[in-house]
T-cell receptor, first 118, second 116 residues
Framework: NAGVTQTPKFQVLKTGQSMTLQCAQD?????MYWYRQDPGMGLRLIYY???????DKGEVPNGYNVSRLNKREFSLRLESAAPSQTSVYFC?????????????????FGEGSRLTVL | KNQVEQSPQSLIILEGKNCTLQ??????????LRWYKQDTGRGPVSLTI???SENTKSNGRYTATLDADTKQSSLHITASQLSDSASYIC???????????????WGAGTKLIIKP
């Protein structure tokens, strides 16, 4: 049972470089999310996709773009990386389309991608 | 502003002992509250979900309580084990007044270390 798979697990970039974080889920979930986790802070939503072909901005979308390629895959792109984007990035998925997950929904997370921008 | 605050930031206890982690929230309107466990280097995993009408919910050695009047929740861990070493994150679902959609408000977590 793979669940949610993220690649790469680690990446070091120089300021101004671009890269794409890949995420795939094999649970037939409808919604997919990209979060960032920084020390001393709660998870912050970058982008959200309720279904294939739809994406919505979260709390901190600036500097990022996303693509929901199909139901399984949701990628996050940094076009011109900045040191402020140094963080651990988590992809998550849920069967529900409700961003608040309702009273029964659960988020399933990948293992994270640790990104350092020099 | 919707906020979720957790205390303590970190906690060290001996294996076998009990502990209680706190979560206070200033979120309105409130829908439900979740506790997640995050092992070092891994993604968070759901422990329990509590709705407005629930006061107590157990999941093995984990017991969560909710007081919607005081906007407080706690997670009590009984007879701790080394594998309980992790961060525990409180998450509240609330309506965003700007678009009337529900969203998740994440706490910063409590880092729990169990020593043998």
């Amino acid at each position: 049972n793979a669940g949610v798979t993220q690649t790469p697990k680690f990446q070091v970039l120089k300021t101004g470089q671009s890269m794409t974080l890949q995420c795939a889920q094999d649970m037939n979930h409808n919604s997919m999310y990209w979060y960032r986790q920084d020390p001393g802070m709660g998870l912050r939503l970058i982008y959200y996709s309720a279904s294939e072909g739809t994406t919505d901005k979260g709390e901190v979308p600036n500097g990022y773009n996303v693509s929901r390629l199909n139901k399984r895959e949701f990628s996050l792109r940094l076009e011109s990386a900045a040191p402020s984007q140094t963080s651990v990035y988590f992809c998550a998925s849920s069967y529900l389309r409700d961003r608040g997950l309702g009273n029964t929904g659960e988020l399933f997370f990948g293992e994270g991608s640790r990104l350092t921008v020099l | 502003k919707n906020q979720v605050e957790q205390s303590p930031q970190s906690l060290i206890i001996l294996e076998g002992k009990n502990c209680t982690l706190q979560c206070n929230y200033t979120v309105s309107p409130f829908s439900n509250l979740r506790w997640y466990k995050q092992d070092t280097g891994r993604g968070p995993v759901s422990l329990t979900i509590m709705t407005f009408s629930e006061n107590t919910k157990s999941n093995g050695r984990y017991t969560a309580t909710l007081d919607a009047d005081t906007k407080q929740s706690s997670l009590h861990i009984t007879a701790s084990q080394l594998s309980d070493s992790a961060s525990y994150i409180c998450v509240v679902s609330a309506m965003n007044p700007l678009d009337s959609n529900y969203q998740l408000i994440w706490g910063a977590g409590t880092k729990l270390i169990i020593k043998p």
